[in-house]
Nanobody
């Protein structure tokens, strides 16, 4: 069983910062891409940022220059540093990790962490 646990969400004023963390645990041989998605109230889930196993990143235009994604391969963790937060960043944030176990790769989701930005 593979489990993803996110942390770091909360309530912050516009212009503030938060750092989200996600740790993967359980039966796994390798971790491929790691990503953060978000789902604003009443809207569809969208990709925020993704980082490959080699460290290449892709950031959504809506958060480019304000958010950064990084990973700690030794500890099976992925982070999302969020700066200059805006009310429109309010959403449930989910980590998504592609994990290989016995040569079978699957995408796993965390339970989500709420980020609320007040104006």
């Amino acid at each position: 069983q593979v489990q993803l646990v996110e942390s770091g969400g909360g309530l912050v004023q516009a212009g503030g910062s938060l750092r989200l963390s996600c740790v993967a645990s359980g039966s796994m041989n390798s971790i491929n891409a790691m990503a953060w998605y978000r789902q604003p109230p009443g809207k569809q889930r969208e990709l925020v940022a993704i980082i490959t196993s080699g460290g290449s990143t892709n950031i959504a235009d809506s958060v480019k220059g304000r958010f950064a994604i990084s990973r700690d391969n030794a500890n099976n963790m992925v982070y999302l540093q969020m700066n200059s937060l805006k009310p429109e960043d309010t959403a449930v944030y989910y980590c998504n990790v592609r994990i290989g176990t016995n040569s079978v790769y699957k995408n796993y989701w965390g339970q989500g962490t709420q980020v609320t930005v007040s104006s």
